[in-house]
């Protein structure tokens, strides 16, 4: 009890201050894989991946997005990212879900973040938003994670409309198996 006392975490959206619950285990395991995947390919690469970083996109918005990346180095200050990210992604909790699905992910477009993703361990999903010309984001695809049973029970048709690997639009050559994400 003792650690969440002192646990203060507060994003600013909009000038709206939002304070931030401590994540739940599945959900520091995702965003570590994740992190981990995604930060072992961009080795000696000119992108750089972060976990909870401040990212600061104006006065008024402040965000804490749990991994992005960042691919300017000189948005990348001593306490915080200067500016929109290229990725971000956000794995929804209970008390931050509507949050991150609305008004998270609308100032992220209107700053012009590339690509937007939404993880969702409970349905095991994930939701890849892209800009489009206008800057504004679209569904690019919804990928899910399966059981084998699951897989079992699809027919063969249906096997063949999933996608079971997605991609970082900003690196083509890397591929990320969905069941890597939410493997525990």
């Known amino acids: ?16 201050e ?43 918005d402040h965000l804490i997005p749990d991994l992005c990346i960042v691919c300017e ?7 915080h990212i200067e500016g929109a990210p290229d990725f971000v992604v956000e794995v929804l909790s209970p008390s931050t879900r ?20 939404i993880i969702n ?3 095991e999903c994930i939701e890849v938003y892209r800009l489009n010309e206008q800057g504004c984001y679209y569904l690019d695809n919804l990928y899910q994670n399966f059981t084998p049973d699951e897989w079992e029970r699809l ?8 996608n079971l690997s997605l991609k970082i639009s900003l690196y083509d050559e890397l591929e ?4 890597d994400i939410f493997e525990m």
């Not at 009890?1 to 709206?16: H, S």
């Not at 981990?36 to 909870?52: D, H, P, R, S, T």
């Not at 180095?73 to 306490?79: A, H, L, M, R």
């Not at 990320?176 to 069941?179: H, P, Y």
Request: charged share 30%; aromatic share 8%; hydrophobic share 35%.
């Open 1 to 16: 009890m003792y650690a969440l006392a002192d646990y203060i975490k507060t994003e600013l959206i909009n000038g709206v």
């Open 18 to 60: 939002y304070d931030m619950s401590p994540a739940n285990i599945q959900h520091i395991r995702i965003q570590r894989r994740l992190t981990m995947i995604i930060g072992n390919f961009l080795q000696g690469k000119k992108c750089e991946v972060f976990a909870e970083a401040e990212v600061r996109l104006s006065p008024i």
């Open 73 to 79: 180095p000189s948005q990348v200050k001593d306490s």
């Open 98 to 117: 509507r949050k991150d699905i609305t008004v998270k992910k609308d100032t992220y477009e209107r700053f012009g973040v590339k690509e937007y993703w």
């Open 121 to 123: 361990p409970k349905e």
């Open 155 to 162: 027919t063969d048709e249906q096997k063949a409309e999933q």
């Open 176 to 179: 990320i198996q969905v069941k």
